[in-house]
């Protein structure tokens, strides 16, 4: 995870998307912008060599990194739907190319997402992600990516399914608040017990159900409370920031998205010692 933390946000919170993200990140201090592979409707454009290069090079001009590539679209085909089908067709071909972008722009994560249309809620959908997460780690393996996989598994749901897939390129991408939203799980708990296998993480908050919809730690989803688990136990890596800052509820309380990201990334220093 190297020796030191970094502080990213994610490309889908800034107020604008593009190459010219890196530039706002850099502005604000951030060390870096996890970015998305796209939508299937777009033809997935981050695998476009044109597209990296436009990244790569505004990257470079800025200083920033790219700790990993988000999968989103698996939001609307998810890992769950059936072999054959068209929609895990489209689930496939996003993942693919996103690990083959990893690898041409030299990311080392995959992060892909189990909500909406892939939320696992049933053994049958479990046994497909499972398959799906075996093919895809030895992809990824043969060009040293990490696959990390974001869900709403439980504490021991989550050790069955790195038991099953084993692939040694499998980790947890850890979400400071979808499993309290989602589930109502301790998010404390659910990071101390799987700390081993988290690769990286988002912080966000919220309160009354709402995603992403509050300043960090003024929110309903114990924020400090998991903030100290991972800085107990010595956490070096990423952490994205992930709130919604132009949209409600949050950009109700400032109508410039940048002013609330600014108090987001004040807070995330100070719980993580970092001034």
């Known amino acids: 995870m190297g020796n030191k933390i970094k502080l990213g946000i994610c490309e889908w919170s800034l107020p604008i998307e593009g190459p010219y993200a890196c530039k706002i990140a850099a502005e604000l201090g951030l060390d870096g912008v996890q970015l998305d592979i796209g939508k299937y409707e777009r033809g997935f454009s981050l695998s476009s060599p044109y597209v990296q290069q436009a990244y790569l090079e505004s990257a470079k001009q800025y200083n920033i990194s790219f700790p990993s590539i988000a999968v989103r679209e698996l ?21 693919m190319k996103a690990i083959k972008t990893a690898e041409a722009m030299e990311i080392p994560v995959v992060m892909l997402p189990s909500f909406l249309d892939g939320e696992i809620k049933t053994e049958e ?16 393996l043969d060009r040293n990516v990490i696959v990390a996989t974001e869900n709403l598994l439980s504490i021991e749901e989550n050790k069955r399914l790195f038991e ?23 998010q404390a708990e659910l990071a101390d017990e799987l700390f081993s296998s988290i690769c990286e993480f988002h912080v966000k908050d919220g309160r009354n159900d709402d995603l992403s919809g509050a300043l960090l730690g003024t929110g309903d989803s114990g924020f400090f409370d998991t903030m100290k688990v991972f800085m107990d136990k010595g956490y070096t890596g990423w952490i994205n920031i992930e709130n919604y ?5 949050l950009s109700l309380t400032n109508e410039e998205p940048i002013t609330l990201i600014k108090r987001d ?10 001034k």
């Open 75 to 95: 939001d609307n085909y998810g890992m769950t739907r059936p072999d054959g089908s068209v929609e895990k067709q489209i689930a496939m071909e996003g993942i």
């Open 125 to 140: 959908d479990f046994d497909r992600v499972v398959h799906c997460l075996i093919k895809v780690c030895d992809e990824a």
């Open 164 to 186: 099953l897939v084993n692939r040694p390129n499998l980790r947890l991408y850890y979400d400071t608040q979808n499993y309290y939203l989602n589930k109502k799980y301790n």
């Open 245 to 249: 800052y132009d949209r409600k509820p």
């Open 265 to 274: 990334i004040e807070i995330l220093r100070k719980t993580i010692g970092n």
